[in-house]
């Protein structure tokens, strides 16, 4: 993929979001001083009480909404957003907030692109972040994340990192403990059978800062779990808190999902609800 000169984050608009709950982008409450979980999950307890859904039905809205006019950047935006909101959250409630810098695991996916967004509203809000962008190219696989990936550049407080071989993150796993969270942003909607590198020992990677002490936040999902049924790959992440987008899905609610998630936040993101339908 050819690279992409660095690009202002998009504009974000000021459609209310269903259930009057405010879109994490357009949110004063995320603004100021973090929330902890149990405030945070209160927040957004309306976006929580909805149905759940598969992870076919979450493409499907996604793509609806698209098709309706709401640009994937923008999704993005607020998907990101929402995260770091549940990371100083995370931090607020653990007490490890400047204990060290956050560590963003991303994806070359729009996984990652909300990782990458994350990235940038945590930085804004005086922490220290690394995102990491586990891939074999140099560039983020979607046109969002790549966008998002090259905004990170001017941003101060934040440092790229391209791990594109499992000795890369051997490298980063020297001294993982000094981390204050990870953000897992590998995969956002599970997978089949066994994870490929680099991924794999990035979630060999997360798996060890769990062991040492570090909490560990997954964005949608936790990488390699599936997301309908629950069902995890082999290795598969295991998540003090997940936050998931729009609605609840189904197998996060699974035995094995619950047990793998962690607590699950489900934040807003502005998908309508007539993109819910057929």
């Not at 963003?104 to 996916?109: F, I, R």
């Not at 983020?140 to 990936?149: E, I, K, L, M, Q």
């Not at 680099?198 to 909490?215: M, N, Q």
């Given at each position: 993929?050819?690279?992409?000169?660095?690009?202002a984050?998009?504009?974000?608009?000021?459609?209310p979001?269903?259930?009057d709950?405010?879109?994490?982008?357009?949110?004063?409450?995320?603004?100021?001083?973090?929330?902890?979980?149990?405030e945070?999950?209160?927040?957004?307890r309306?976006?929580?009480?909805?149905?759940?859904?598969?992870?076919?039905?979450?493409?499907?809205a996604?793509?609806?909404?698209?098709?309706?006019?709401?640009?994937?950047?923008?999704?993005?935006?607020?998907?990101?957003?929402?995260?770091?909101a549940?990371?100083?959250a995370?931090?607020?409630?653990?007490?490890?907030?400047?204990?060290?810098?956050?560590?963003?695991?991303?994806?070359?996916?729009?996984?990652?692109?909300?990782?990458?967004?994350?990235?940038?509203?945590?930085a804004?809000?005086?922490?220290?972040?690394?995102?990491?962008?586990?891939?074999g190219?140099?560039?983020?696989?979607?046109p969002?994340?790549?966008?998002?990936?090259?905004a990170?550049?001017g941003v101060?407080g934040?440092?790229?990192?391209?791990?594109?071989?499992?000795?890369?993150?051997?490298?980063?796993?020297?001294?993982?403990?000094?981390?204050?969270?990870?953000?897992?942003a590998?995969?956002?909607t599970?997978?089949?059978g066994?994870?490929?590198?680099?991924?794999?020992?990035?979630v060999?990677?997360?798996?060890?800062?769990?062991a040492?002490?570090?909490p560990?936040l997954?964005?949608?999902?936790?990488?390699?779990?599936?997301l309908t049924?629950?069902d995890?790959?082999?290795?598969?992440?295991r998540?003090?808190?997940?936050?998931?987008f729009?609605?609840p899905?189904?197998?996060?609610?699974?035995?094995?999902?619950r047990a793998?998630?962690?607590r699950?936040l489900?934040?807003?993101i502005g998908?309508p609800?007539?993109?819910?339908r057929?």
């Amino acid at each position: 993929m050819h690279a992409m000169t660095p690009a202002a984050p998009p504009p974000v608009s000021r459609r209310p979001a269903p259930d009057d709950v405010p879109l994490p982008a357009d949110d004063p409450a995320l603004r100021g001083e973090a929330l902890d979980l149990d405030e945070l999950a209160e927040h957004w307890r309306a976006t929580a009480s909805r149905h759940a859904m598969t992870a076919e039905e979450m493409r499907g809205a996604d793509r609806k909404a698209q098709l309706m006019g709401t640009p994937g950047r923008w999704l993005m935006e607020q998907a990101g957003t929402a995260t770091a909101a549940a990371v100083r959250a995370l931090l607020a409630t653990t007490g490890r907030a400047g204990r060290g810098p956050v560590l963003v695991l991303a994806g070359p996916g729009n996984n990652g692109g909300d990782g990458f967004v994350a990235a940038r509203h945590l930085a804004r809000h005086g922490l220290r972040v690394a995102v990491v962008l586990v891939s074999g190219e140099p560039q983020p696989g979607t046109p969002d994340a790549a966008r998002n990936w090259e905004a990170l550049g001017g941003v101060g407080g934040v440092e790229r990192i391209h791990a594109a071989q499992p000795r890369d993150l051997q490298m980063l796993g020297q001294g993982i403990e000094k981390a204050s969270v990870i953000v897992d942003a590998l995969l956002g909607t599970g997978v089949h059978g066994e994870l490929r590198e680099p991924v794999r020992s990035a979630v060999d990677l997360i798996r060890r800062a769990r062991a040492s002490g570090v909490p560990v936040l997954s964005v949608d999902t936790p990488t390699a779990v599936d997301l309908t049924s629950g069902d995890p790959s082999d290795p598969a992440v295991r998540a003090d808190v997940t936050i998931t987008f729009h609605r609840p899905k189904l197998g996060l609610q699974t035995r094995n999902g619950r047990a793998l998630a962690g607590r699950v936040l489900v934040a807003p993101i502005g998908i309508p609800a007539d993109a819910d339908r057929g």
